[in-house]
Every structure is written in C-alpha cells, then in structure tokens.
C-alpha cells in the first residue's frame, strides 16, 4: 500500500534539493529524514539526489519527477481540504425533492423564485410522496424530502422543523357550515371528504369524534388535501386539511376552527446524512427553510 505521506517528502525535497533543508521545514529529526530518503529511493528505484561536491543535485528521475509531483501534492491538497464556501452561482445540478402536491403548489414559487435568485444552473425535480417510507433518501434517488415526521421514522434519517400547522375545516360558501357557531355535533352530522394516501379510511379527527360519542359520515375517501379542498368547493362535503393548504384558496370557500381537541403538527424536511455536509445541499435547506418562515398563513380563524 503506497505511503501517500512520501509524496509531501518528496515535494519538498525537489523543491529544496537540499536533505538538510527539507528536515527543517517538514520539522523532522535528522534520522527521520533519513529513514524518509531511504524510503523514497526504495519506493521510486532512483537516489533522486546525488553528491556532487559539496552539494546535492537532482538525477533525471527527480527532474522528471519535480512538476508531476508538486501537481499531485496540491490536488491532494485541494481534496481534503475542507471547504468552507461554495458560489452556488456557478453550481449546475439538480436536486430531487418528493413532497406532496399542495406542498409545491403552495411553496413551490416562492421556493424556484429564492433559488433562481442565487443559483439559475440549479434546477428542482419534484416528484410526489405517497407514503412515508424513507427508502429513497436511504438510496439517494431523493436528496430532500418534506412532511410530518413519523416517530417510527429511521433514525438514520435527518429531519428539521419547517413550521407548524393545524387541521382546519373548509366548505363551499354558502354551505349551513359557513353560518352560526359549528358545535361538534353539527360538524359530525354533515357529509365528509377524507384524505388518505395510504388507503385508510379513518384518523384523528374520527378519533376524537368518537370520545366525544359522535361519528362522522365519510362520504367520499381521496389521494390530496387539494382534491379534498376542490370538492368542498363544488359540492356540500366537509374537508378537514391543512391550515397552510387553504392559503391560496380562499376563493369560494370558507375556513373554520375545527370544534374537536386535535394537536397542531409539525411539518419537517427531511435529508439523508451522506449530505449533511454537502454545502450545495446545506444551501437548499436553507432556501427552503427561509420560503417556510416567510410564509406564513394569514388566519381569520382563533
């Protein structure tokens, strides 16, 4: 196995041409340097320096030698080097983020506005979350992901808070829903639309119903909270979503507080550690967690 420490030995030793000089400035004692010469003339097959007269002069090997090895000792150098800055102007790649629709359509403008911003050779691929198996981080096919962070998540993945959101409910104006105090009991009786990516077919809101001894109709099951919302639009269902995914859809649709005890969540990015360090990924964290702060949801609602 070579001894890549030998390349610094004999970067300075072609530079200097001098044994007693390149122990000075690599600090070695004089017996090391000489166990170090003896090694280089091993390794190379060549003396490299010779006597001649009172000084030592360099064989043709050593000539030979000089530039291609300066080359190396600065490439390796500049790769272990640690770096502390990055002009993501000049940086070209692409990221793969999965992350739901709403998340996108919701973050997704001010998110490729932010980036354009610093870094236009950066593009974004989004690609739709449908579950929350963190496989795909695990093989590198995804470099970001974001949504609520399971307690059962790996925890070799990273996660970081975005922000903080609560189920809210949405109807169609004009819907009985959208006058008067909406009790438990009359949000219960009406017709609702739930959302589950995973095919179930009841969740907390259910829950919390039930200890309340009431149970919701759920009339129609879907994939996306947008879905949900655009058919409360149209119909007389009740959707219970995000509070951040009514805030560009306000039109025709009215927003109430839901009358149940249900925690807010947390909404979180989430990053395999093979990239924690990687400064361009670190940049895009950054953007996002910054288009995150920035908006925030404007709520009539207590």
Known sequence: MPDFNLLVTLDVLLAEGSVAATARRLRLSPSAMSRA?????????DPLLVRAG???????????????????????NAVLRPVHALDMARVERTFTLRTSEEFVENFGPALLARIAQDAPGVRLRFINKTDKDSALLREGSVDLETGVVDPTASPE????????DRLVGVVRSGHPLSQGKISAERYARGQHVYVSRRGQDRGQVDDALEALGLTRQISTVVAGFATAIALARDTDLIASVPERYTAHRRHGLHSFALPLELPDFSVAMLWHPRLDADLAHRWLRGCLREVCAVQQVQSPLP
């Open 157 to 164: 993945v990273l996660t970081q808070a975005l922000f903080r």
């Open 37 to 45: 010469l003896a090694r280089l003339r091993e390794t190379t097959g």
């Open 54 to 76: 009172r000084g030592l002069v360099p064989t043709p090997r050593a000539v030979e030698l000089r530039e291609q090895v300066s080359r190396l000792v600065q490439d390796v």
